[in-house]
């Protein structure tokens, strides 16, 4: 009797290790990885943009967006080709006149000719990643206007157009995931942070589970642990992008804001507890970086009155520059400070963003890295 109790105690350790083993291969792991994209600070080729036009919301919304446009441009050529998108060819024109005015060479400057619906080519743009030969590829992610609440037809067609240009081989991922760029937050290191309100609405990927989600994210985007914030659905435009209130500065460090500019910026309190709390992939705290909000609330160029403060948190990594929103506000020297500071390599600029807030986005909605 023992020796059969020994003997079936044997067996069923044999199959418990067999099933561990077999549970284990299929954990999503380093080798389920097929494309890593570059953490934002990671040397650039060039930054590309699309300029705002008059086809959409008219002259003056085109008007009052072209200063900041021409000081971002100004700044990116310094370092980096810029890549830019015009709706027309009346357009390309009228912009090369903007940059000449302003004494801007357009050596490191060049031109697409495609229509938009508008200017946020981080979330509709590009997405470069590598494969496992070390190749720079094109993402082309689905997007449909931030769950259909704007046009986004020309936008769509976007990454798909770029590719073509380049010659360069596109992976598409239309029917797969609708993933906005300003959506997730990549540290470099195998981590990625995302609000489940901007990424699992059914807006966006009608009943996709969170495991779904981070299946695609490992294979696509290289990384294989996630810091998921709840977000809030219906907040503004986009379901409360990760990219307005945190960020990774570096493989290290998150920057965001402290605990009550966060309750300002409508950031759930179990949300900004999960921030404070994140770890590396190797469970190692992220150093924190808070920014300010601003003193005040934003107001426009034109005089019109927001009602809300802005986020410096926003910001772009370029080469040899980091172009952070300014708002006229008395904050702008102190959150540039800080963000000096964590780029030692790297001059800030702050770029005016007051007229292009009163749409809903910053600096880093409407730019996005083309790797070196």
Same mark, same amino acid.
């Given at each position: 009797?023992?020796?059969?109790?020994?003997?079936?105690?044997?067996?069923?350790?044999?199959?418990?290790?067999?099933?561990?083993?077999?549970?284990?291969?299929?954990?999503?792991?380093?080798?389920?990885?097929?494309?890593?994209?570059?953490?934002?600070?990671?040397?650039?080729?060039?930054?590309?943009?699309?300029?705002?036009?008059?086809?959409?919301?008219?002259?003056?919304?085109?008007?009052?967006?072209?200063?900041?446009?021409?000081?971002?441009?100004?700044?990116?050529?310094?370092?980096?080709?810029v890549h830019i998108i015009a709706y027309d060819e009346q357009e390309q024109s009228r912009i090369i006149n903007l940059l000449n005015n302003a004494g801007i060479s357009l050596t490191n400057i060049d031109f697409k000719i495609y229509p938009t619906d508008?200017?946020? $080519?981080?979330?509709?743009?590009?997405?470069?990643? &590598?494969?496992?030969?070390?190749?720079?590829?094109?993402?082309?992610? /689905? =997007?449909?206007?931030?769950?259909?609440?704007?046009?986004?037809?020309?936008c769509d067609l976007i990454p798909s157009k770029i590719a073509s240009s380049q010659n360069r081989t596109k992976i598409d991922l239309n029917a797969v995931m609708v993933n906005e760029g300003g959506a997730v937050e990549i540290d470099g290191a195998g981590v990625l942070m995302a609000t489940k309100s901007a990424v699992l609405n059914n807006n966006r990927n009608p009943g996709m589970s969170q495991s779904q989600a981070e299946a695609i994210f490992t294979k696509y985007l290289? $990384?294989?642990?996630?810091?998921?914030?709840?977000? &809030?659905?219906?907040?503004?435009?986009?379901?409360?992008?990760?990219? /307005? =209130?945190?960020?990774?500065?570096?493989?290290?460090t998150l920057v965001t804001m402290d605990f009550d500019d966060l309750l300002d910026w409508q950031v759930p309190e179990e949300d900004i507890n999960t921030?404070?709390?994140?770890?590396?992939?190797?469970?190692?705290?992220?150093?924190?970086?808070?920014?300010?909000?601003?003193k005040n609330n934003v107001e426009t160029v034109y005089g019109k009155?927001?009602?809300?403060?802005?986020?410096?948190?926003?910001?772009?990594?370029?080469?040899?520059?980091?172009?952070?929103?300014?708002?006229?506000?008395?904050?702008?020297?102190?959150?540039?400070?800080?963000?000096?500071?964590?780029?030692?390599?790297?001059?800030?600029?702050g770029i005016d963003v007051r007229n292009l807030y009163a749409n809903g986005g910053m600096i880093h909605c409407v730019t996005q890295q083309q790797p070196r």
């Open positions: 009797m023992k020796n059969k109790m020994l003997s079936l105690i044997i067996s069923l350790l044999t199959i418990f290790s067999s099933c561990q083993k077999a549970d284990e291969s299929l954990q999503p792991a380093d080798a389920t990885v097929m494309y890593t994209m570059p953490e934002e600070s990671a040397p650039h080729e060039g930054t590309w943009l699309q300029w705002p036009h008059q086809y959409q919301y008219g002259a003056t919304y085109r008007n009052r967006l072209d200063a900041t446009w021409v000081k971002m441009t100004q700044t990116l050529a310094e370092s980096e080709r508008d200017v946020w $080519v981080r979330d509709n743009g590009p997405i470069y990643v &590598k494969d496992n030969k070390g190749q720079l590829v094109v993402e082309d992610w /689905g =997007f449909n206007g931030w769950g259909k609440k704007a046009d986004y037809q020309n290289g $990384v294989t642990k996630f810091i998921w914030l709840k977000g &809030k659905a219906g907040l503004e435009i986009t379901d409360m992008h990760i990219d /307005g =209130f945190a960020r990774f500065g570096n493989t290290k921030l404070y709390a994140a770890t590396d992939k190797n469970g190692a705290p992220y150093t924190l970086v808070k920014l300010p909000l601003t009155k927001l009602g809300y403060k802005g986020s410096y948190v926003n910001y772009y990594i370029a080469n040899k520059r980091v172009l952070v929103p300014n708002y006229n506000d008395p904050n702008d020297v102190v959150a540039n400070r800080i963000i000096q500071r964590l780029y030692p390599d790297r001059v800030v600029v």
